[in-house]
């Protein structure tokens, strides 16, 4: 099993920063990717950013030059620095760990974190 912990969440005005992290731990030793969704009300869950266990990175369009996934590989952490917040960035974000072997997939989540955008 694989524990997510997120943290990093609140209220920021349009146009601000926030920096949300996630500490993972258990048997992480086998996840290959790492990433974060969000689900704003009413809407489905949606890739945010992903990280591989080989550097590669995937962003959302949405997201593209202004969000940034990294990791800390020392405390076992991924990080989102969000920059040039908007409303419609407002949404419960979730940390994802991923173990894929060939074509089978295992997911573990964070309880998730909120994020409003909001003047």
């Known amino acids: 099993q694989v524990q997510l912990v997120e943290s990093g969440g609140g209220l920021v005005q349009p146009g601000g920063s926030l920096r949300l992290s996630c500490a993972a731990s258990?048997?992480?030793?086998?996840?290959?990717?790492m990433g974060w969704y969000r689900q704003a009300p009413g809407k489905q869950r949606e890739l945010v950013a992903a990280l591989t266990s080989g550097g590669s990175t995937n962003y959302a369009d949405s997201v593209k030059g202004r969000f940034t996934i990294s990791r800390d590989n020392a405390k076992n952490t991924v990080y989102l620095q969000m920059g040039s917040l908007k409303p419609e960035d407002t949404a419960v974000y979730y940390c994802?760990?991923?173990?894929?072997?060939?074509?089978?997939?295992?997911?573990?989540w964070g309880q998730g974190t909120q994020v409003t955008v909001s003047s």
């Open positions: 258990g048997s992480i030793f086998s996840i290959n990717v």
């Open positions: 994802n760990a991923g173990r894929v072997v060939g074509a089978a997939r295992d997911d573990y």
